[in-house]
């Protein structure tokens, strides 16, 4: 059910993105009106025409003018130059909601709109989207990082209520944090499980994805619930011999992922020491192998 706060306003939707497509979706799901949608490129209009059949597609002055809360889900880097393009040609009027999905930015992007009498809001999501119905289900227990101010915080909240979500408050100067820390557990975890799938590979496993996926989830569990404490494996256990193997074995099939494994041993031998897990003779020991199995990738 809409909340009371958002009842019969309009939705605009300019990035017809993966998360774009999806919230509008949900919102339309909930009872808002989508007004328009604009989307440019290919993926964008299959996106428009499979989660939002019969939604008006429009360009982007256009879909501000006819909504009351617009929703700029484009990527960081144009969020400045399209904000101040739609206020420049008179799209975005005094009294209408402007919400973006950015991480990193929070109120101050929106400035120009702000200047203007609308209001401003940022609201992200912290969750990979894959741009189909799947992300839909995944939408509730979500966590939107928000910034509004104290007098948009009702509005912001009802929004992300009528997503099934949550959200956290967060201040204007720590979003950068706030959006590293994302990118940083997300995008990198990717990375990191590509590189492990294609070591088992290389290995002669015939399914990585099913060898990993147990202790994956285990460890992603653990770590949610225990932090630090759910640390297991060679490096914690002080095995400085095994960790020498795995740098020479990996020069030889894999030297591309070394750099990666060394980065991360050596964050996840300070934090063992510092939990009192390992001794800091045995980490110095570590260090050393770490630092020689750079040398057999960087000859």
């Not at 404490?229 to 795995?246: E, F, K, N, S, Y």
């Not at 750099?259 to 050596?266: D, I, K, P």
Request: aromatic share 2%.
């Amino acid at each position: 059910m809409t909340g009371l706060l958002n009842s019969g306003r309009t939705i605009g939707v300019i990035g017809a993105g993966r998360v774009g497509a999806v919230l509008a979706t949900a919102l339309r799901a909930a009872g808002y009106p989508i007004a328009a949608v604009a989307g440019e490129s290919d993926a964008s209009r299959t996106r428009i025409e499979t989660l939002l059949p019969g939604v008006q597609v429009d360009k982007p002055t256009a879909v501000a003018k006819a909504c009351d809360i617009l929703l700029l889900t484009v990527p960081d880097d144009s969020l400045d130059n399209v904000v101040r393009m739609l206020v420049a040609s008179g799209a975005i009027r005094s009294g209408q909601t402007v919400v973006h999905t950015s991480g990193r930015h929070g109120r101050d992007v929106l400035a120009p709109p702000i200047e203007i009498g609308a209001r401003g809001i940022a609201m992200h999501p912290a969750m990979t989207f894959t741009g189909t119905d799947v992300d839909l289900a995944r939408l509730p227990g979500c966590m939107f990082g928000v910034t509004a101010d104290a007098d948009d915080r009702a509005l912001a909240h009802s929004l992300v209520d009528d997503l099934g979500a949550r959200l956290t408050w967060l201040d204007e100067d720590k979003r950068v944090l706030y959006h590293a820390a994302l990118a940083h557990g997300a995008n990198h975890l990717v990375t990191l499980i590509a590189q492990a799938m294609d070591l088992l590979r290389a290995a002669g496993s015939d399914d990585p994805a099913a060898t990993l996926a147990p202790l994956l989830g285990a460890a992603l569990d653990n770590t949610l619930a225990y932090g630090d404490a759910a640390l297991t494996g060679p490096i914690v256990r002080g095995d400085v011999q095994t960790v020498r193997a795995h740098l020479q074995t990996m020069a030889v099939a894999a030297p591309s992922t070394v750099e990666t494994y060394v980065g991360m041993a050596r964050a996840t031998v300070n934090r063992a020491v510092a939990m009192g897990r390992l001794e800091p003779r045995r980490a110095a020991e570590l260090v050393g192998v770490l630092d020689e199995g750079l040398t057999l990738v960087r000859r």
